[in-house]
């Protein structure tokens, strides 16, 4: 089943795709790399801070001209990618933020040869950064974003590359934190965002280029 899956949250993310989708039929390449942007499926999640990875990896399907499709076995849509000369498939899941860890261990067990200390890179919103910030780090826990645990514990490794995003911190006296991950962000943080967004799909290409720490020397320093 084919999707055009990007975030409707227009202003802030990714303008809708309308490029040519092959058939859904069309088997999946064997990907080098995995690139899974976390969030939650559905219209109303679409424009949350919480579903800042699913931004980015439109940004980058909107940049190669594909189009998502459900994989059931997955468990998520998919769009297949070319980065630097690397076949990569990109990946949301379908399963809400607390069962994200399913779609990478599929796609593991369905294409041995992915590595998840080398050959992954988990995308997801950071309350703890900036709005806009970036970070790339090569390994670490949860931070208690349930979405990463998720993945730590599916794939039974911390050493897991991942893209952590700002999305700001509600402060003492806001409202709760889980209120503030499923609000979406300020209009005045529009353009912000935007650059933001394009400066981490620009991050994920520097990562599989040149790997995570050429990446994190490049990226982190420029945020």
């Known amino acids: 089943m084919a999707h055009n899956g990007a975030s409707p949250a227009a202003s802030l ?12 039929s069309t088997p999946l390449p064997t990907p080098e790399i995995l690139i899974v942007g976390l ?19 439109d940004r980058l399907a909107e940049r190669a001209e594909v189009i998502w499709r459900e994989e059931p076995e997955f468990e ?9 000369g690397r076949t990569c498939l990109l990946a949301k899941p379908l399963t809400f933020m607390n069962r994200s ?42 931070g208690g974003h ?31 934190v889980i209120d503030w991950v499923l609000s979406p962000f300020a209009e005045e943080e529009a353009e912000v965002l935007r650059a933001a967004v394009d400066r981490a799909a620009d991050a994920v290409g520097g990562v599989v280029e040149g790997g995570i720490v050429s990446a994190m020397g490049q990226f982190n320093a420029q945020s």
Request: with cysteine; net charge neutral.
């Open 39 to 57: 969030g939650n499926p559905g219209q109303q999640y679409a424009a949350t801070r919480h579903n800042v990875g699913f931004w980015i990896v």
């Open 76 to 84: 998520a849509l998919v769009a297949c990618v070319e980065l630097h």
């Open 146 to 176: 349930n979405g990463i645990g998720d993945v730590v514990e599916a794939l039974a490794t911390k050493a897991i590359s991942r893209l952590r995003f700002g999305v700001g911190h509600p402060g003492v006296g806001g409202p709760p």
């Open 101 to 142: 860890g399913a779609t990478a261990l599929a796609a593991c067990e369905r294409w041995p040869s992915l590595d998840p200390t080398t050959d992954l890179l988990v995308l997801y919103d950071d309350m703890d950064l900036p709005t806009g910030r970036i970070r790339l780090r090569p390994k670490g826990g949860s």
């Open 13 to 24: 993310s990714t303008p809708p795709l309308t490029p040519p989708s092959a058939p859904p």
